[in-house]
């Protein structure tokens, strides 16, 4: 078979908030007539840092030697819908289900050009961002590598990676025509001491379970072929204000790998001076975020939703540390989303809580209280299920009132909504390429420029990145830590 290739850019260039907000990268593919492949030798490109890097701490729990998934294999439909198929599989190790024919649709699967990673890639982490995870473009060309990463997705995340492969190489395939025909397939098992990998290959001809040697596996792979799977390190990034009382702000995330809550000391976040500040269950908490001083003893607050029963819990700030719990919402919490504090809307010099209702999209405003939150107010009427990483910002429209940014999850444009009396008013577009990027944050000036900034980390490559506070925005942004994929 013929194979056929040509040269993507996968995004945009970095910019200020007015442009981009994702990073370059850029992606070389070959494509076979059938089946399609996957763009599985995309390679992307880390922006230059303007600061210097430091390396956050990933999840380092050990594999055990053997591990394999429940996996309900999947034949594709046509020839040229292996990448898709390959998708609904790994996807069903997160608990989401969705058709192949649903996913082709997202990608934009064609029966002339297939599937490219660069198209697959963003459709498969739209469903697993929100759940904490990342899928990522990695390289497995040795036995080593395959097996280790393999072993990290199956036997610690308990997920399946997809594989892009030359498909005439496969064993299974001996015997077939062509060179470099591109295929995908899905890895759910492996075994370190006979150096094996269990996959599933859904061309239903010669496909089904295969086990094949790490070394063979590996050589069969398109450079940078697989989709990796990687948890956030960073789960529910929120900043807290000053906790290690040395003036700056500091941030608090919770490892979902591990149910671990970690105290990231500003300005510098580096990995080496984070401290633990909760042992674990904190994946089961989610919606993290500081919300000031509720408790009036002159430190930053955090609140916290509980997955299992929609209770909401206040958590005093202490000295690199939190105090005894305190519940201020009995239930329902489970059906908000993109909880953010923002600064004094109502008027009565208490930091209030703005959140999304999940089945019908309207916004609601939350006024602090000491210790409590008062009664909401309605400040959007619908439209809120649209939008995600709502972030409370100090005033860049130049009105003297706390701002509401957000994305739109449809196209990735960054928005600003004025903040009002109770209220807010219309909302103005601030940039574009938003949709790539998670955690976003307000937080201390970590620029030494003495304004806030927003963090935001890059969902593939787990980068974090600074945008540099100003009296109407932010500036262009700069990288300040990498690693926050674990």
């Known amino acids: 078979m013929k194979t056929l290739g040509r040269r993507l850019p996968l995004a945009a260039s970095a910019a200020v908030l007015t442009l981009a907000a994702t990073g370059m990268a850029s992606g070389t ?17 880390a922006t230059r840092s303007l600061m210097a890097p430091k390396v956050a701490a990933a999840a380092t729990a050990a594999a055990p030697t053997s591990a394999k998934l429940s996996l309900k294999g999947q034949y594709q439909n046509t020839n040229y819908k292996c990448v898709p198929t390959s998708a609904s599989m790994s996807l069903s190790t997160f608990g989401v289900s969705v058709s192949q024919d649903t996913l082709a649709t997202k990608m934009g699967t064609t029966s002339a050009n297939g599937t490219t990673g660069n198209q697959a890639l963003p459709v498969m982490n739209g469903y697993v961002d929100p759940l904490g995870y990342s899928y990522g473009f990695s390289d497995a060309s040795t036995a080593s590598s395959m097996l280790s990463q393999v072993s990290y997705d199956v036997g610690v995340l308990k997920r399946a990676p997809t594989l892009g492969v030359w498909m005439e190489k496969l064993p ?3 015997g077939m025509s062509g060179t470099k025909v591109g295929h995908a397939i899905v890895a759910y098992g492996y075994d370190t001491s006979a150096g094996t990998i269990t996959v599933w290959d859904p061309w239903k001809a010669t496909g089904g379970s295969h086990t094949i040697s790490a070394a063979k596996l ?7 072929g697989m989709f990796k799977v990687t948890g956030h390190t960073d789960a529910d990034l929120s900043s807290l204000g000053d906790l290690t009382g040395d003036g700056t702000a500091d941030l608090v995330a919770a ?18 001076d984070r401290r633990l500040i909760g042992t674990g269950g904190w994946n089961g908490m989610t919606e993290l975020t500081g919300i000031g001083d509720l408790t009036g003893d002159g430190k930053g607050d955090l609140i916290a939703a509980q997955k299992s029963d929609g209770t909401l819990w206040l958590y005093p700030g202490g000295t690199n540390a939190l105090g005894t719990r305190i519940k201020i919402g009995n239930s329902g919490w489970n059906g908000m989303k993109d909880l953010t504090a923002i600064r004094d809307l109502t008027g009565d010099g208490k930091p209030d809580l703005i959140a999304a209702q999940k089945s019908d999209g309207t916004l609601w405003l939350y006024p602090g209280a000491s210790k409590a939150l008062g009664t909401r107010i309605k400040i959007g009427t619908g439209g809120w299920n649209g939008m995600n990483k709502l972030v409370g910002v100090n005033d860049i429209t130049g009105d003297g009132k706390p701002d509401l940014i957000a ?12 903040g009002a009396s109770k209220a807010l008013g219309t909302r103005k577009q601030l940039g574009s390429g938003w949709g790539g990027i998670r955690s976003l944050t307000y937080t201390g000036d970590i620029t030494g420029d003495g304004v806030s900034d927003l963090i935001g980390v890059q969902s593939n490559t787990g980068v974090m990145y600074v945008y540099a506070g100003r009296a109407t925005g932010f500036a262009a942004r700069q990288q300040l830590t990498s690693g926050w994929n674990g």
């Open 29 to 45: 593919a070959d494509a076979a007539v059938t089946p399609r492949p996957p763009r599985g030798d995309a390679v992307v490109h």
């Open 172 to 174: 299974w395939n001996a």
């Open 218 to 224: 590996a050589a069969d792979m398109q450079p940078g």
């Open 255 to 272: 490892d979902r790998a591990t149910g671990k809550l970690w105290l990231y000391p500003g300005p510098s976040l580096a990995a080496s």
């Open 407 to 418: 994305v739109r999850i449809s196209d990735g444009t960054l928005w600003v909504y004025p």
